[in-house]
């Protein structure tokens, strides 16, 4: 199974842009339907966007245009550039991990992290106005 760790977080002003990575290791991520979720601490999982093993992706209506995810399958990264961030982007983010096409993992994924292949543990981001 694919372990996933992500990094790229920070602290930006709003307006500006940050991308995150999700490396992943022990299997190879174009495998496997992946995703960015955020979750405030003791609320709900938000989904951000995904992309599936044939290269689709979907967006979170509150990210379109702003957001873009996308995965180097040569170095085994899944990236979300993220630009024109405001306060109310600031979050932890996960990336996410399923085998094969995206199936469980959409964007109102609420069950268990069992259920998946993988989660990473986060990297945060704060946006400050």
């Known amino acids: 199974r694919v372990q996933l760790v992500e990094s790229g977080g920070g602290s930006v002003q709003t307006g500006g842009s940050l991308r995150l990575s999700c490396v992943g290791s022990?299997?190879?991520?174009?495998?496997?339907?992946m995703g960015w979720f955020r979750q405030p601490p003791g609320k709900e999982r938000q989904g951000v966007a995904l992309?599936?093993?044939?290269?689709?992706?979907t967006y979170a209506d509150s990210v379109k245009g702003r957001f873009n995810i996308s995965r180097d399958n040569a170095k085994n990264i899944l990236y979300l550039q993220m630009n024109s961030l405001t306060p109310e982007d600031a979050d932890m983010y996960h990336c996410?991990?399923?085998?094969?096409?995206?199936?469980?993992?959409?964007?109102?994924?609420?069950?268990?992290?069992?259920?998946?292949?993988?989660w990473g543990q986060g990297t945060p981001v704060t946006v400050s106005s």
């Open positions: 992309i599936d093993i044939d290269g689709t992706t």
């Open positions: 996410a991990a399923e085998t094969g096409i995206c199936w469980v993992l959409t964007l109102d994924w609420s069950g268990r992290i069992s259920d998946i292949a993988a």
């Open positions: 022990g299997d190879a991520v174009s495998r496997y339907c």
